[in-house]
């Protein structure tokens, strides 16, 4: 069973250029969430994707935008790239649905963006 | 504003001794905390959840304490080794699915 996966592992920008990150989530999982994690920081929640839909944003630009498809799996879109989107980018996913119990969410590996 | 703040300092502790790592928040009402270790250039591993209605949560050498009128959670490693190096975190878990993370404590176990 893979876990969450995310691609690329590594990616590199010119400033105003734009990126798409992509997520796979855990077997089984329905929701997805993107963090940002600035170096030496932690995670910052960017929005969470449950029914294709966007359900919470946190304190992020409208250049943050975000897909999620029937499979579940998810697109972070980021544009008019600054210097300061340097960053982890993070996806976890978890399970909403008949699980409000119970809240454990995995993350995946991140992609490492550079915007130079 | 809303808070959460980890040790404010690295920690450094010998093998074989506790490390106790806090977490403090301001702000919030948690229905959840949560704890992560997260190894450099690594995403975040889930280590334990403690709901608001308990007071303590145990997993092998893991213990955390959870006290809503504190505002505050504490993380026992027992008998540390150096494996347990890297940096954990706290995360407050709202209603909506959310997480809110500390800015974590580096943890350095010294053989």
């Known amino acids: 069973d893979a876990g969450v996966t995310q691609s690329p592992t590594h990616l590199i920008k010119t400033r105003g250029q734009q990126v798409t990150l992509r997520c796979s989530p855990k077997?089984?999982?329905?929701?997805v969430s993107w963090y940002q994690q600035a170096l030496g920081q932690g995670p910052q929640f960017i929005f969470q994707?449950?029914?294709?839909?966007?359900?919470q944003r946190g304190n992020f630009p409208d250049r943050f935008s975000g897909h999620q498809f029937p499979n579940y799996s998810s697109e972070l879109n980021v544009n008019a790239l600054l210097l300061g989107d340097s960053a982890l980018y993070l996806c976890?996913?978890?399970?909403?649905?008949?699980?409000?119990?119970?809240?454990?969410?995995?993350f995946g590996q991140g992609t490492r963006l550079t915007v130079v | 504003s809303q808070k959460i703040e980890q040790n404010s300092e690295a920690l450094n502790i010998q093998e074989g001794k506790t490390a106790t790592l806090t977490c403090n928040y301001t702000?919030?009402?948690?229905?959840?905390l949560q704890w992560y270790r997260q190894d450099p250039g690594r995403g975040p591993v889930f280590l334990l959840l403690?709901?608001?209605?308990?007071k303590e949560k145990r997993k092998e050498r893991l213990k955390v304490t959870f006290d809503t009128t504190l505002k505050q959670s504490l993380f026992h490693i027992t008998a540390s080794q150096p494996a347990d190096s890297a940096t954990y975190l706290c995360a407050l878990h709202n209603t909506g699915n959310q997480f809110y993370f500390g800015t974590g404590t580096s943890l350095t176990v010294i053989p």
């Open positions: 702000n919030y009402s948690p229905a959840y």
């Open positions: 994707y449950y029914e294709e839909e966007e359900r």
């Open positions: 976890a996913s978890s399970l909403i649905r008949n699980r409000k119990d119970k809240s454990e969410a995995f």
């Open positions: 403690i709901r608001e209605n308990e």
């Open positions: 077997s089984g999982h329905d929701t």
